[in-house]
């Protein structure tokens, strides 16, 4: 039986995570946890994000949770979500620039201004809603999903990963940016894949079935 | 490739049933929000709001019940609306599993309250909800009022500058119903949503008026929305949903299918 800690800082409510994993892995056990231990022992680890930047850190440090994150992110499956992608990275220009974590090398920057490509219409931001990703390789957490699957997305700031290599998944808004950002245990995805209907919880079991 | 526009069926809710009756084929239970919500998922729905209409606010518990049960077994966006009026009633349904929460006149009779709950919980959970009404006489420039009770009480402001206000006070989305259209399956107020989208840089759910599929293509092609939403067609099985996304495909929008 698998262990999934979904780390509990504050940021937003974890309730739909958790049901979502229960949903598509009933063995798994699911715990919703601020505590270091948990989180230590767990065999997998979600790393959620709402909200801003700038507040997403301040809670990690109050709860005294920074190593323990980077350390799950440099040891056992390790799956970030909306803001957990942004947070994984170097710095963020979000409340005037807030550093990450630094567990992958990038940036993140805001939607200044998005155009569409054809209609050079104004895009609206937040980008909100179900966008298409296009998967780059063929990473286990992307089995049994079609490409160019929708997802649903609601964020006004995106990665930009210092290295293509990075990226397991482009989303075109305006241009395109990286939705998900991956590497070796890491997969991180802008999206929310537990509001993401069949796609999101297939991604999810895949998750829960993942031995990087 | 690119974002969807969406499609969003919204249900009333009194007292933790939904009413208006919902009339689907082989439904056991047409009051139960859970099935129903089921249903619409089944059929595409890009989201669900439900709007609780409940009257007395000892009732009101249960709303945030029928939001557990729904966020347990429907993963798809869920929008609550109706009696939100301070930063707990947003957290209780949050926290229930509700992914947005839609207010309305407690943003009137405070508008800092959008700004507070924005701040706190993020913008991508408010959405300002604004009830306008058409107050131009023939041949003078379009303008429309907020109203509140229903659309009976006119509050004396302006609509489009509501919706800019909304915008830099945090809103991550605005649910524009034209009362004036609401009920009468004669379509969106085209004019309205296409003000109130090109005054704003966040998303747009046009309401009120659905009586076709082609008025749903018309909100996003001529009032610029960037989702529509619609009970009646949906609720008496007239339309599913995606009938109503093949339809909007074929007149050239982009749709999840």
């Excluded at chain 1, 990703?133 to 286990?140: C, W």
Aim: glycine fraction near 8%.
């Amino acid at each position: 039986m698998t262990s999934i800690a979904i780390i509990d800082y504050g940021m937003g409510n974890l309730r739909s995570v958790a049901k979502a994993l229960e949903h598509v892995a009933p063995q798994a056990r699911v715990i919703v946890t601020q505590n270091r231990q948990d989180i230590l022992q767990a065999d997998r680890v979600v790393f959620p994000g709402q909200g801003s930047i700038r507040d997403c850190m301040r809670e990690l440090a109050h709860w005294n949770l920074v190593d323990v994150v980077r350390d799950a992110a440099l040891g056992k499956p390790f799956l970030g979500l909306c803001l957990g992608p942004q947070a994984l990275l170097d710095f963020s220009e979000e409340n005037d620039g807030v550093a990450g974590l630094g567990v992958l090398p990038g940036r993140v920057v805001r939607f200044a201004d998005p155009r569409d490509p054809v209609t050079g219409e104004r895009l609206k931001v937040p980008h909100m809603g179900w966008n298409q990703v296009r998967q780059a390789g063929n990473h286990p957490l992307w089995r049994g999903i079609p490409q160019d699957s929708r997802f649903y997305f609601v964020h006004s700031y995106y990665p930009r990963p210092a290295d293509e290599t990075l990226v397991a998944g482009w989303t075109c808004y305006g241009f395109e940016f990286a939705s998900v950002i991956a590497r070796d245990n890491i997969f991180a995805v802008q999206f929310h894949p537990e509001k993401s209907a069949q796609a999101g919880l297939r991604l999810l079991a895949n998750f829960a079935n993942w031995n990087p | 490739m690119g974002l969807a526009k969406r499609i969003i069926p919204c249900l009333d809710v009194d007292r933790g049933r939904v009413v208006k009756g919902v009339k689907f084929v082989e439904i056991r239970d047409a009051g139960d929000p859970v099935e129903i919500a089921r249903r619409y998922d089944k059929q595409g729905a890009d989201e669900i709001t439900f709007l609780d209409i409940t009257a007395s606010s000892d009732d009101r518990e249960t709303m945030v019940h029928v939001v557990e049960q729904v966020a347990s077994e429907v993963f798809i966006p869920l929008t609550v609306g109706g009696g939100i009026r301070t930063l707990d009633d947003v957290r209780r349904m949050l926290n229930a599993g509700a992914d947005k929460v839609s207010i309305n006149t407690a943003a009137i009779a405070r508008p800092e309250f959008v700004r507070e709950a924005a701040e706190r919980f993020g913008n991508q959970c408010i959405v300002v909800a604004i009830d306008a009404k058409a107050v131009h006489q023939p041949g003078e420039s379009p303008r429309w009022e907020i109203f509140t009770h229903g659309g009976r009480r006119p509050t004396g402001i302006d609509a489009v500058e509501w919706a800019r206000r909304m915008n830099a006070y945090g809103a991550g989305e605005i649910l524009l119903t034209s009362m004036d259209r609401d009920g009468t399956k004669r379509g969106f107020d085209l004019e309205l949503t296409r003000a109130i989208s090109e005054a704003t840089t966040i998303p747009i759910i046009a309401s009120g008026g659905v009586g076709t599929l082609d008025h749903l293509a018309d909100g996003i092609l001529l009032g610029k929305a960037d989702a529509v939403l619609a009970a009646s067609i949906f609720h008496f099985a007239e339309y599913t949903i995606e009938q109503a996304k093949r339809h909007m495909q074929a007149r050239g929008i982009e749709v999840r299918l």
